[in-house]
């Protein structure tokens, strides 16, 4: 394989922070939700992408652990469009072969919001298109913690043993343990941080930062992504000579 080869390689997994919406609907004097209902439209579009380039997982932050602490207007209003959307999207994902799991700490919705969620990941779980996990109540910190209790129940009842603990079994506790490790991030709206996002998943990933909001960002904001993914050379700690001797 040459360079050129590995580099241009779509990544199999992306992971995007949908950031911008409010400052996208304030800019046109609206209310935050109308962002956030363009954020759909947005979503829609990437899912589309991806489905067409053949990358094998999306995942998208829809709802940190934090914005519980945004105005109680807005939390609503986002739980209601949560809702709405599930109801209206499920069967095109499904038309479509997508599986989608929604990944977070689901006790924190409402008992009618968890139903639907498990409703819509019962119907679309054996399909074998394009993976669309939708971090909704999530938080990078939440997921590790989640592992590491689950974790240390096996210990504590015994089927475990401490010294047995590593990184694959740590990897297979958290949400997205099926699932490769995030190739290529990217987050809209200007912000170059990680808010708590995948915190393990990202470990290695190609982060990529663009101020486009994210009701804005379409497939060709989408195709640059890629085409800058594909320029970079992905090292994993070795130097650039042994990477190349690979190809
Ligand atoms: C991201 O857009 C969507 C959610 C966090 C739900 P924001 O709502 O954070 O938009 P800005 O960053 O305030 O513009
Ligand atoms: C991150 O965006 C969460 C989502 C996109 C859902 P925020 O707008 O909440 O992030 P901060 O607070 O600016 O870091
Ligand atoms: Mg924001």
Redesign the pocket.
Known sequence: MTILNKQTKTPQHVAI??????RWAEKRGKHRVFGHKHGVKALRKAITFATENKIGALTV????S??WQ?PKQEVKMLMELFFSVLGSEVKKLHKHGIKLKIIGELTGFSSRLQKKVLEAEKLTENNQGLILNV?ANYGGRWDITQATRTLLERVENGTLKASQVDETMMQDALTLSKIPQVDLMI?T?G?H?I???LLWQLAYAELYFTDTL?PDFDASDFQFALDVFSGKERRFGQTSEQVRDLD
């Open positions: 922070i949908m950031d911008g919406n409010g932050f829809a709802f940190s934090e914005n945004r971090a987050r709206g912000e941080r808010s708590n996002f994210w």
